[in-house]
């Protein structure tokens, strides 16, 4: 799906259909990183790695402070959904949004930077670990942020769909794809915005809300075991 939207015509219909573009980002920004994170792709990805010493010093060089800390940072709690949240505001901001369908190395820039956010965001969401395990983020707080994550796109969703006004007139300035009235286009937009992307949140808190029945049934079951030291 990610390709679908990046390397089809499907690209240059989203630069001429405000809707499609919303889907466009949907698709990267949610639903390709959360069914790639889903998959839990790590173990295959790290048999991938060249073996011998140029896998060694990858290892190395992933290890390495200089790379783990701003990794951290930008996994953290805080900073994680502010930065989900905050990538779909500021490229949908009328302005910034203006340029960036004019401009391609901006263009790309707003594509690319949607997708490895969606990646770094689903993948810190969808770890099955727990906190004790080697997971960045708690189950609580994961599921907390889900929360946290969706009022905003909520909010913004219905802003853009229920506004009165024309915001992102650059798709009547270069020409619609199809004939489509302006405000309507917005609207579906704004909708796209809103429910799909806010249901995903709900779906990840319900993932999410599993993994922590099953570690929590697996402890308490190895607790009750015969073999567990009394």
Do not use: K
């Not at 790639?36 to 790695?49: D, F, K, N, S």
């Not at 009022?151 to 769909?161: D, M, R, S, T, W």
């Not at 270069?174 to 917005?186: E, I, L, S, V």
Request: net charge neutral.
């Amino acid at each position: 799906v990610v390709y679908f939207v990046m390397q089809t015509r499907y690209d240059y219909l989203s630069q001429h259909m405000f809707f499609l573009h919303r889907l466009q980002h949907l698709v990267l920004h949610h639903l390709g990183p959360f069914l790639i994170a889903l998959a839990r792709p790590q173990e295959v990805l790290m048999r991938g790695l060249a073996p011998g010493p140029v896998g060694r010093r990858l290892t190395l060089l992933w290890r390495h402070p200089a790379i783990q800390f701003p990794y951290r940072f930008i996994q953290s709690p805080v900073i994680a959904p502010l930065l989900f949240v905050g990538l779909i505001f500021f490229w949908l901001l009328p302005e910034v949004h203006f340029d960036a369908m004019l401009n391609s190395t901006l263009y790309a820039a707003m594509n690319w930077s949607m997708l490895v956010d969606g990646l770094l965001f689903w993948f810190l969401m969808l770890d099955p670990r727990s906190r004790s395990d080697g997971a960045l983020v708690g189950y609580g707080a994961r599921m907390a942020i889900h929360w946290v994550a969706m009022l905003p796109q909520i909010a913004l969703g219905a802003y853009v769909a229920l506004s009165g006004t024309q915001l992102y007139e650059i798709y009547s300035a270069c020409g619609r794809a199809w004939d489509m009235n302006p405000g309507t286009d917005q609207t579906i937009g704004g909708l796209i915005t809103w429910i799909p992307a806010a249901m995903m949140h709900v779906v990840g808190f319900l993932i999410v809300l599993g993994f922590w029945i099953r570690a929590d049934r697996a402890e308490f079951n190895d607790s009750h075991s015969p073999l567990h030291p009394s």
